[in-house]
């Protein structure tokens, strides 16, 4: 049968199971459109692309499942770019489809240009260029697979006007041969082996695990070695959720704003199992002076991670689930027993440096995570948020005990990524409370979302924790430039009447007293709906790492 | 330590921007870069000349391999090969040095490719060495202009670099 390239589009991405595609029509990207009109597929129109990449990154992120994201050429494929280079930085399967003007025109500076296969370059796993539309369908199966296994990351497929609308006779392209990719799966024996000495060996062992472990599905086997070797885990910001927060075993965060009793662990450790982890720089502070006495073992399915920041003692290169379950086979052969010195010095650290703050009146933003937690923890919910100081007092206050029910950019830190995530987690899980939790500088980077969510009815809860500042910028600067607050103060707008523009519902929240109704006010409303918590001006987020301090060095 | 990469890729357009942006964005330095398709059309060698310390090319080595197309990476240093260059030099010649520098050329089994009226083209091939010495032997004469090829290398013996052989 002849279609045209994008009918060939549409047809590929049914085919595949695309249930939606979140995204923002344009000239160049019309005859997909066009196609995707009679299709089995869901489109959300989001209000800026932007916000269609940061949904697709939440969907796949929340669901496991690719997400998908369209935009025309030009400005709307730029749009995309900090939602690629998001997915990129946190190892999210996203596929991102440009439009492009037509092949004679392309490299000659026509409307709506832009060489987005050249911008994307060092932000996707890999991208295409369809010059012909008989390479359409091999693209895009070649797209979903790369995306999808081995380290997942996103791919953008550009597709100019004239390709898409070209007819082709369409031909299933079978199976995907790619020879320069073949991801890792199992690890190598020997190195299980040699971990598995280790583990046997070690006295103060701790687990430091990373978004390797949510991606691969590791979470029950890294569940069982914890319990096995009886070793404390503490997680990176992406591998919140990776392992119960509520668990005895488990230290919450590392790092910059990591639990005081997880940093110590780690620096006391001799043995480190580092799983689905890359030494990020907010996780080891002061590199050189990480965890000085472990032996590490680095189990991870990317080749380039191991040795990249720090070196280690063993090496596992494959899949985490995997490995773990090869680990823990291993392991039957030795006889552990673990001693409880190392417990009983952790439960001291656990008992006198608790994850605390002052309770002087004002209304804290940590107080309103715990209620929210309090409220949510016996029902299916997930949460988002933006990045600064919000983010990481969700971080430590609320206890993620499933995978995937934590959504946050990590990498590359992008405020305005939580409420287009929300809609986007909302739309995979239909089903779910979805709470985005915000401030009052992230939130308006992407704001115009909110029409979103009324649009398609995504009943998602927006909690802005509204202190007046750009508050992790503040902090620093409170900290560290003599709290010459440099044009961090910010002057916003009426938080409840704009919800209300909107069509969502608004609520305004300055008193504690006030925070359990109106969170449960909320819960249970089947509607978008905004609290603006009017929280104190200058709340910090302790305990703090100072920048290029060894993580035990801490503030707070 | 200068190391030498074979690196065999997928002849597609833009894979050498790939492959070059990786280098450049990782902070890797490049001495020299030489492709060309192979015997089979669908398959470039790229010939990089990296520096850098084992941390380093590993890395280097690494980070090539995760490029989709980059089919395969093989660092040719530490086994014997041989590896060449090219260079063109265009060397001033009056008609009285020309017997002069054509035999210079002789013992360096070089070539002459043009004779102007005033300059040679001289052509040669080898090493670095080789390169470098035949540099320091025409430049008495007056280097007019001078081009060279990035380093191509091979493995010596029945050992080759190939997509399934090792």
Known sequence: MELKGGEILVKCLEELDVEVIFGYP???????????????????LTRHEQGAAHAADGYARATGRPGVCMATSGPGATNLVTGIANAYMDSVPVIAITGQVPRTMIGRDSFQEADITGITLPITKHN????????????????????????????????????????????????VKLRGYRPPVEGNPEDVARAARLIAEAQRPVIYAGGGVVNSGAHEELRALAEKIMAPVATTLMGIGGFPGDHPLSLGMLGMHGAKYANYAVMDSDLLIAVGVRFDDRVTGKLDAFAPEARVIHIDIDPAEIGKNVRVNVAIVGDVKHVLRQLLRCLDEYLIRPGTAWQEKIAAWKKEYPLTYSRDGQLKPQAVIQEIYRQTRDRPTRVATDVGQHQMWTAQYYLFSRPRSFISSGGLGTMGFGLPAAIGVQVGCPDELVVSISGDGSIQMNIQ???????????????????????????????????????????????????????????????????????EQAFRSSKPVLIDFVVAREENVFPMVPPGEPIDKMLG | MRHTLAVLVENNPGVLARVAGLIRRRGFNI????????????????????????????????????????????????????????????????????????????????????????????????DEEKIRAIEEILRPFGIKEFVRTGKVAMLRGSKTTSVDGE
Not at chain 1, 37 to 43: K, L, M, P, Q, V
Not at chain 2, 56 to 66: D, G, N, S
């Open chain 1, 128 to 175: 295409y260029l369809v010059r012909d539309v008989n390479d359409l369908a091999r693209i895009v199966r070649e797209a979903f697979h790369i995306a999808t296994t081995g380290r997942p990351g996103p791919v953008l497929i550009d597709l100019p006007r004239d390709v898409a609308a070209s007819k082709t006779e369409y031909r299933d392209p079978g199976p």
């Open chain 2, 31 to 126: 001495d020299s870069l030489a492709v060309g398709p192979t015997n089979d059309p669908t398959i470039s060698r790229m010939t990089i000349v990296v520096e850098g310390d084992d941390v380093v090319l590993e890395q280097v080595t690494k980070q090539l391999r995760k490029l989709i197309e980059v089919i395969k990476v093989s660092d040719l240093t530490t086994e014997e090969h041989v590896d060449r260059e090219l260079v063109l030099i265009k060397v001033k010649a009056d008609p009285a040095q020309r017997s002069q520098i054509i035999q210079l050329v002789d013992v360096f089994r070089a070539h002459i490719v043009d004779v102007g009226r005033e300059t040679l083209i001289v052509e040669a091939t080898g």
């Open chain 1, 26 to 44: 344009g000239g160049a990207i019309l005859p997909v459109y066009d196609a995707l009109y009679d299709a089995d597929i869901r489109h959300i």
């Open chain 1, 449 to 519: 979302e909110l029409c979103t969510a009324v649009n398609y009815e995504l009943p998602v809860k927006v909690a802005i924790m509204n202190n007046g500042f750009l508050g992790m910028v503040r902090q620093w600067q409170e900290l560290f430039y003599n709290r010459r607050y440099a044009y961090t103060e910010l002057i916003n707008p009426d938080f409840v009447k704009l919800a209300e523009a909107y069509g969502a519902e608004g609520l305004r929240v300055t008193r504690e007293v006030e925070v359990a109704p109106a969170l």
